[in-house]
């Protein structure tokens, strides 16, 4: 069963604008994380946060979680037609239980 | 490093027909390895994963099997492809213990005719 779900499903932006997606998720976790995913191709890890961490950077990634409101958010700054891609959040329930996978959102980014 | 290998990246079946797809991993010992299927514009779906030789987890239960007969080799295998098996299939894997991100494979799109 699928725990993450994204929003939106798709956004169109221009170029040099930000990109927020939002993720929001229904049991207790042990973090989060973030991937992208090109057309046709596999997942590529991001970025992760830990429970007791709410805020995260890498590079132009800003990723935020508010584990009271079961939800998370992932701000692409300056986005580059590049960053066109599927992005999916993805739950960590701790021990060995696996990742479970959210829909994902289509981000397009216009040049 | 740690590489993954998947294939083949794309595959065309008849209906009734086996199935078996081949996932390694190289640069490291004892990984955490899953196979997730993807349908077109939809979200990961969690078929199978594994913590070690022989020890197989089952998420869904259909005409497909996973086996591991090495410790970093991971195979998916169905005896009958149904027209429903078509899809984007992924493996993955994941350092024990440590919370850290997954490695996924380039993948395997199936289509069934």
């Known amino acids: 069963s699928q725990q993450g779900e994204e929003d939106p499903q798709a956004l169109s932006i221009q170029e040099g604008e930000n990109a927020t997606m939002n993720c929001s998720y229904k049991?207790?976790?042990?973090?989060l994380q973030w991937y992208r995913q090109n057309s046709g191709r596999g997942l590529v890890h991001l970025i992760l946060?830990?429970?007791?961490?709410r805020e995260k950077h890498s590079g132009r990634l800003r990723v935020t979680l508010d584990t009271s409101k079961k939800s998370s958010s992932l701000l692409i700054t300056a986005s580059r037609a590049a960053d066109t891609a599927s992005y999916f959040c993805?739950?960590?329930?701790?021990?060995?239980?696996?990742?479970?996978f959210g829909k994902g959102t289509r981000l397009s980014v216009i040049a | 490093s740690q590489t993954i290998h998947q294939w083949p990246a794309t595959l065309v079946q008849p209906v009734g027909s086996p199935l078996s797809l081949e996932c390694t991993v190289e640069?490291?010992?004892?990984?955490?390895l899953y196979w997730y299927r993807q349908a077109a514009g939809r979200g990961l779906q969690l078929l199978f994963y594994?913590?070690?030789?022989?020890?197989i987890s089952s998420e869904v239960p259909q005409n497909l099997s996973a086996s591991r007969p090495q410790d970093r080799q991971f195979i998916l295998s169905s005896k009958k492809l149904l027209l429903s098996d078509s899809g984007f299939y992924l493996c993955?894997?994941?350092?024990?213990?440590?919370?850290?991100?997954?490695?996924f494979g380039s993948g395997t799109r199936l289509t069934v005719v």
């Open positions: 993955a894997w994941s350092v024990k213990g440590a919370r850290s991100g997954y490695t």
């Open positions: 049991t207790s976790i042990n973090n």
């Open positions: 946060i830990r429970s007791n961490e």
């Open positions: 993805a739950t960590d329930a701790g021990g060995n239980t696996p990742l479970v």
């Open positions: 640069g490291t010992s004892n990984p955490n």
């Open positions: 594994s913590v070690g030789i022989g020890q």
